[in-house]
Every structure is written in structure tokens, then in C-alpha cells.
């Protein structure tokens, strides 16, 4: 399991033995560490899905549900309040893209200028 490229581990069995401390710098830096491992390999993934045209085409089909570049304006505001939730993710997910892979996201654009 440990072989494959993007895996990344955790000893899990160490914290066992007592509760995680946020006042313990030994603490913190762990959970700092777990925190960049994680982000990388959330970065990690992004590049390898917009690697190839298939990833791209799954990506741009997720951001073109997230109302981007729209107004999210609905009297109703339930309606609203949920076109402003997928938005956010959309936001989320093309800032995560704009620091993974930015050249990839332009190759994306000129994959779907037609629609």
C-alpha cells in the first residue's frame, strides 16, 4: 500500500496514547504536517485529473454547475441560498486549480470554447 506514488501515511498508532494537545508545539507541528501532506496530495490529485482530457471534461462539467459567472439572484431564498453554496464550491475548486495546475486549466478552456 505504501508503494503507491500519492499515498500518503499516517501513524495513527502513536496518538492512541494520549489526547492531542493544542497547547504542545509537538502537537501542533504534527497536525501541521498532517495538514501540508494532505493539501499536497488534494493538489496532487487536481494535477493528475487535469492531466488529461477526460479529467478536464469532468472538471469543466463540475464548474459549469457551480454557476460561475452568474448572477445567483432567486426570490426564492432557499433556491439561493443553494445556487450560492454550488458557487462556493465552484470558487473553491478553481482557486485549488489556479494553485495545482494553471496551464491546464487554460488547455480546459480551449478544450470547451465551443460549448
Not at 495513527?12 to 499536497?40: H, M, N, T, Y
Not at 488529461?52 to 445567483?72: D, K, M, Y
Amino acid at each position: 500500500m505504501a508503494d503507491e506514488p500519492n499515498e500518503v501515511e499516517f501513524d495513527l498508532e502513536a496518538e492512541e496514547d494520549r489526547p492531542e494537545d493544542i497547547g504542545d508545539a509537538r502537537d501542533v507541528s504534527a497536525r501541521k504536517k498532517r495538514a501540508a501532506a494532505a493539501r499536497e496530495a488534494y493538489l496532487e490529485t487536481l494535477r493528475t485529473l487535469m492531466g488529461g482530457p477526460v479529467g478536464r471534461a469532468f472538471i469543466f462539467e463540475i464548474l459549469s454547475r457551480c454557476h460561475l459567472g452568474q448572477n445567483l439572484f432567486n426570490r426564492d431564498a432557499l433556491i439561493m441560498a443553494h445556487n450560492c453554496g454550488e458557487h462556493n464550491i465552484g470558487n473553491s475548486l478553481l482557486i485549488d486549480i489556479s494553485v495545482a495546475c494553471p496551464d491546464s486549466y487554460m488547455v480546459m478552456m480551449k478544450e470547451n470554447q465551443n460549448g
